[in-house]
């Protein structure tokens, strides 16, 4: 089992919906939980991080945390073309690195 | 602020040929991490250095690879001999503490690399 699974897509949205991405990991006692975006041939970027259960927004994006059932997601509102990218999730055990999942593709469609 | 710069962003060497991949930190960050990304395996870290020193090379996958790091603002990662299976694109990345605060790691633009 991977320490930190996603879907690799490409999960299909139309403009303007909202974009659903999730992410499992195995290791109870992780700490932290980060977003990445990243853009084809370019270098990941940090958009969300979340420490607590529940919701946390900025913006466009909602990160959701359950600890309890290990896992952590995504939502992206009124999606846009421009958000069509590679998400890495990334979960950190309360050391200094981060475990990286393969990520998920999304696709806004006009 | 530059950012995190790395060279050569683009090499094509051949098999059994030695690799030098370049990394400048961010000034005034104290961490950095190497990492290595595949379509297969994803993003995967490969070795990281606190104020110089490496902390944790787990990552680094056989001793055909080395790093080091001689100052605050340079690091290396060496392959050598090359193979063909080594062919990714290889990421540095630098912040300023560790991850179990809501520090940022930013990452450098990769070096892609194709043996052949």
């Known amino acids: 089992q991977k320490e930190v699974e996603q879907n690799s897509g490409p999960l299909s949205v139309p403009e303007g919906a909202i974009a659903s991405l999730n992410c499992t990991y195995s290791?109870?006692?992780?700490?932290?939980f980060f977003w990445y975006r990243q853009y084809s041939g370019k270098s990941p970027e940090l958009i969300m991080s979340?420490?607590?259960?529940g919701d946390k927004e900025d913006g466009r994006f909602t990160a959701q945390l359950n600890k309890a059932s290990q896992y952590v997601s995504l939502l992206i509102r009124d999606s846009q073309p421009s958000d069509s990218a590679t998400y890495l999730c990334a979960v950190n055990k309360n050391t200094d690195k981060l475990i990286f999942g393969t990520g998920t593709r999304l696709q806004v469609f006009p | 602020d530059a950012g995190v710069i790395q060279s050569p962003r683009h090499e094509v060497t051949e098999m059994g040929q030695e690799v030098t991949l370049r990394c400048k930190p961010i000034?005034?960050?104290?961490?950095l991490f190497w990492y290595r990304q595949t379509m297969m395996r994803g993003l995967e870290l490969l070795i990281y250095f606190n104020n110089n020193v490496p902390i944790d090379d787990s990552g680094m996958p056989e001793d055909r690879f080395s790093a080091k790091m001689p100052n605050a603002s340079f690091s290396t990662l060496k392959i050598q001999p090359s193979e063909p299976r080594d062919s990714a694109v290889y990421f540095c990345?630098?912040?300023?503490?560790?991850?179990?605060?809501?520090?940022?790691?930013?990452f450098g633009p990769g070096t892609r690399l194709t043996v052949l």
């Open positions: 290791d109870r006692g992780s700490q932290s």
């Open positions: 990345a630098s912040s300023t503490t560790g991850l179990g605060s809501t520090d940022t790691q930013y």
């Open positions: 000034s005034g960050h104290d961490y």
């Open positions: 979340i420490y607590s259960n």
